[in-house]
């Protein structure tokens, strides 16, 4: 867990502390059945000068006072009253007259329990906001930043010369065609491309560096015993596909109708779900040497996560 999302988790629990300390006060407040009134000036004056008050306890701020206490009448009345600073003199005279028991707290520090009120909004508001990101979290809809470390990116590329004679090997499948690509192996550009994209993400080099064309071994072999061989390096990094997206570009043939076979393929050599992998084609335009039908090119980015 990182040092941010300690400190998350942390503000998160001190929240619901609050909420639970505040629950605790409510519910022990309303089991004593003791019901607080806010009476106006005037009417506490009254009280005063009948005799009803109990006891006082003042609240001091920069400009007001909060008065709260209990009357001697009824019992267990409470009551919370706000005056101007100004009126306080005549107001604690008259108390005194009564000898009604004073106490005189400063707002800020004098009670934590006043203190913990006031706070507790802010600080309850805060840890919602925590909560819904630690929410969204679990629902995988993360930032960037927290992924980051744990998913790799590879891009793949090839193109090969097509030639007459040849078979059609493209994702593995052999599609009837008049031509065919040029290479050492079948020269299925997809397949190459997906290699390069997986060994980039594994940070592993490329298909040229482990499997020369200068070997024999490989001489005239489906491409797809390169991809088999993906299987020992993403093991030895610890890591495993997540997902391949790759373009075909081709004048012709049609490759669209061949993609099922292809992602089944492809997904049985790379030990993967058919699911994982996205297809797409594209032509050319006419242009270059794959517009005019003298070659086929591939693109590929693969994600590699930690297994
Ligand atoms: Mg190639």
Redesign the pocket.
């Known amino acids: 867990m990182s040092s941010s999302s300690r400190a998350k988790t942390i503000l998160f629990w001190i929240s619901i502390a609050f909420v639970g300390l505040m629950l605790w006060k409510l519910v022990s407040a309303s089991g004593q059945s003791v019901r607080e009134e806010e009476p106006s000036y005037s009417e506490f004056v009254a009280r005063v000068d009948a005799g009803q008050v109990k006891e006082v306890t003042m609240y001091l701020s920069q400009n007001s006072y909060e008065l709260q206490g209990e009357y001697v009448t009824p019992a267990n009345r409470r009551f919370r009253i706000t005056i101007f600073k100004e009126a306080a003199p005549d107001l604690t005279k008259a108390l005194r007259d009564k000898a009604v028991k004073i106490s005189v707290r400063d707002l800020r520090t004098g009670d934590w329990t006043l203190t913990l009120i006031t706070v507790a909004p802010l600080v309850l508001l805060f840890g919602f906001c925590l909560f819904l990101m630690r929410q969204m979290q679990s629902r995988g809809v993360q930032p960037l930043k927290t992924r980051q470390g744990d998913v790799r990116f590879g891009l793949g590329y090839?193109l090969?010369r097509l030639d007459a004679g040849r078979p059609f090997v493209v994702g593995g499948v052999e599609i009837p065609f008049d031509k065919g690509p040029v290479?050492h192996s079948d020269?299925d550009?997809l397949v190459?491309a997906i290699c390069d994209a997986v060994l980039g993400a594994a940070g592993a080099g490329d298909?040229g560096t482990l499997f020369p064309d200068t070997d024999p071994q490989w001489k005239g072999v489906s491409s797809l015993i390169f991809l088999e061989q993906l299987g020992k390096v993403l093991q030895d990094q610890k890591q495993s596909i997540g997902y391949i997206d790759a373009v075909v570009i081709a004048e012709k043939p049609k490759l669209g109708p061949h993609f099922a076979a292809m992602k089944a393929t492809l997904a049985k050599s790379l030990k993967i779900k058919p699911e994982q992998i996205s297809l797409k084609a594209k032509t050319n335009e006419g242009v270059d040497a794959v517009g005019r039908g003298e070659a086929i090119a591939a693109h590929a980015i693969a994600t590699l996560a930690n297994s």
């Open positions: 090839d090969h290479g020269g550009v190459h298909i």
